[in-house]
């Protein structure tokens, strides 16, 4: 009976619970564990996701230094820093990369009525282990339990199973190309309406006050920034154009981007690029973004072609290749 009762709980955590997990982000999972090595780490929210296209990048790389460079998409939508050190800290055990891309609308203040949510979204498919008890702790205020067995959480899922919930049982290729294309490789062109406000007319540059980030983020963004150093990853703070969401503008955006150059960068293993300082050089405009909030694939081309003019003019391709 013990032998019994022992093979069904295998079958069970082994098998039956990781197919009735949410998929939100198992396939970047999967993937980020099967490549060999990753050069370049894009972390951040739905910014970076829709903003920054790691395809892009790579053919841009390797056009210009005949170099292979692998470019790995991580961003979860809605992320907030609180979640996202606990997620940098898993990912960099299975790889380090020379450099990390970290989206600044991910220190914008947590929305505590997706809490649970953004948790799950962001290290619900991670493994049980220390770093995921920590986030738990941290992250989640109640319903610990359906954390450790996610079981409890989505036990009713057996009505919506889908053909993708059935393909972690399989090894094709096809199902793990998350991470190395995103929302922004597929540009999207639709376009925002524009509301006659000449919002991408404001001139920025006279903009210094400075916003400082919530306890919780300034501990988490620290805490993330020793793990890096710890581990000799260099980070460059970007900042993807828009108009508002959640609450923040993008000028309060610039004023949390005053606050991180001000404290945290270096201009060495520490640097920001901010393009929301940047929309008369960029040509940004409502026809750039899909919604207030995102660009569309239009903005996503100058965002991308943005960063990769200023890693082109400052690392060199031995740093990011190393």
């Not at 980070?235 to 005053?258: A, C, D, H, R």
């Not at 569309?296 to 060199?316: I, M, P, R, V």
């Amino acid at each position: 009976m013990i032998v019994f009762l022992l093979l069904n709980l295998v079958i069970f955590f082994v098998l039956l619970q990781p197919l009735f997990l949410w998929k939100y982000s198992y396939g970047k999972w999967k993937n980020y564990n099967e490549q060999e090595k990753i050069d370049i780490l894009i972390l951040g929210n739905s910014h970076a996701n829709r903003g920054i296209g790691p395809n892009r990048m790579v053919e841009d790389f390797r056009k210009t230094y005949e170099e292979d460079i692998l470019v790995f998409s991580y961003p979860v939508d809605g992320t907030h820093i609180e979640q996202l050190y606990f997620l940098a800290y898993e990912l960099l055990k299975i790889h380090t990369p020379n450099l990390i891309v970290l989206e600044t609308h991910t220190l914008s203040p947590m929305d505590e009525g997706r809490r649970e949510t953004l948790a799950w979204r962001t290290f619900g498919i991670l493994p049980l282990n220390k770093n995921k008890i920590e986030a738990i702790k941290y992250c989640v205020f109640d319903n610990h339990w359906s954390y450790y067995i996610p079981f409890i959480k989505y036990h009713t899922r057996w009505k919506e199973l889908s053909k993708e919930d059935f393909a972690i049982f399989s090894n094709t290729k096809d199902w793990f190309q998350e991470g190395l294309t995103t929302v922004a490789d597929s540009y999207p062109d639709k376009i925002c309406s524009d509301p006659g406000d000449n919002w991408f007319t404001q001139d920025t540059s006279g903009i210094n006050e400075l916003r400082e980030l919530t306890p919780s983020g300034k501990e988490c963004l620290e805490n993330l920034l020793v793990l890096l150093e710890e581990k000799e990853v260099s980070v460059i703070f970007v900042s993807v154009p828009y108009k508002e969401q959640t609450g923040l503008s993008s000028i309060e955006q610039i004023k949390i981007n005053n606050y991180l150059k001000k404290y945290y960068v270096n201009n060495n293993t520490v640097q920001i690029l901010d393009m929301n300082r940047m929309w008369k050089e960029l040509g940004f405009s409502y026809g750039d973004l899909y919604d207030e909030g995102h660009v569309n694939g239009y903005g996503a081309e100058k965002a991308t072609n943005c960063l990769l003019q200023y890693l082109k003019t400052n690392y060199d391709i031995d740093f990011i290749k190393k």
